[in-house]
T-cell receptor
C-alpha cells in the first residue's frame, strides 16, 4: 500500500509569512490531490496535478514525479488560511481506486 | 450549483439500530466514494463505486454496506452500528475517464458526524 508522509504535522505562523507544506509518497502515482479542510469540517479540493506546477491565487502546488514529492505553498498567508491541508496521491496500478491520504498538516495563521 | 449533499449532517444513535446516510450529487459523476475520518488516522476509504451497480470495498468496509442503483445516489448503510463506527463520514464524487482514469477533481459532501452509543 502506498505510504504518504506529510510534514510538518502542525505549523503556526504569523500573518504574511510564506508557508510550505511537503508531501512524500512511496510508489508511482497517476495524480496527486491537495485538499483543504476548514475547522467546520468541510473538505475542498484545492489542486489536482500530475506534473509541474499549478497556481490559484496565493496558493501554488508543485510536484516532482521522479522524486515522489509534492509541495503546497501559500504566499502572503492570512488567518483565513488556517485549516488542515491534506495530500492525497492516487497511485497507479494494483487496484481500481488507489487514492490514499496523508494525515494532514494543521496550519494556524496568527494575525 | 454543483454539489454533493449528505443527510443527516449529525446523528446520535444506539448500538444495533440500523441507519442509512444518504449521499447525492448533481454533477452526473460516475465515481462516488465513502470515507471515514478519525483523529490521528486521517481519511480512510470505506467503499467506492465506479458506476451504477458497480461497487467495491475500500480499506475499511467491515460493518458497512452500500448500493448504487442510480447514478446520483450512493447511500451508506450501517445494518448494526457499533460504537467503533462513531466517526465523521464524507461522501465524494468525481468524473471517471473512458479508460477508468480517475485523475479528476474530487468533490466532497459536507460530512456526517455519527455518534453510536
Amino acid at each position: 500500500k502506498n505510504e504518504v508522509e506529510q510534514s510538518p504535522q502542525n505549523l503556526t505562523a504569523q500573518e504574511g509569512e510564506f508557508i510550505t507544506i511537503n508531501c512524500s509518497y512511496s510508489v508511482g502515482i497517476s495524480a496527486l490531490h491537495w485538499l483543504q479542510q476548514h475547522p467546520g469540517g468541510g473538505i475542498v479540493s484545492l489542486f489536482m496535478l500530475s506534473s509541474g506546477k499549478k497556481k490559484h491565487g496565493r496558493l501554488i502546488a508543485t510536484i516532482n514525479i521522479q522524486e515522489k514529492h509534492s509541495s503546497l505553498h501559500i504566499t502572503a498567508s492570512h488567518p483565513r488560511d488556517s485549516a488542515v491541508y491534506i495530500c492525497a496521491p492516487r497511485y497507479s496500478g494494483g487496484g481500481a481506486d488507489g487514492l490514499t491520504f496523508g494525515k494532514g498538516t494543521h496550519l494556524i495563521i496568527q494575525p | 450549483e454543483a454539489q454533493v449533499t449528505q443527510n443527516p449532517r449529525y446523528l446520535i444513535t444506539v448500538t444495533g439500530k440500523k441507519l442509512t446516510v444518504t449521499c447525492s450529487q448533481n454533477m452526473n459523476h460516475e465515481y462516488m466514494s465513502w470515507y471515514r475520518q478519525d483523529p490521528g488516522l486521517g481519511l480512510r476509504q470505506i467503499y467506492y463505486s465506479m458506476n451504477v451497480e458497480v461497487t467495491d470495498k475500500g480499506d475499511v468496509p467491515e460493518g458497512y454496506k452500500v448500493s448504487r442503483k442510480e447514478k446520483r445516489n450512493f447511500p451508506l448503510i450501517l445494518e448494526s452500528p457499533s460504537p467503533n463506527q462513531t466517526s465523521l463520514y464524507f461522501c465524494a464524487s468525481s468524473l471517471r475517464g473512458l479508460a477508468g482514469d480517475l485523475s479528476y477533481e474530487q468533490y466532497f459532501g459536507p460530512g456526517t458526524r455519527l455518534t453510536v452509543t
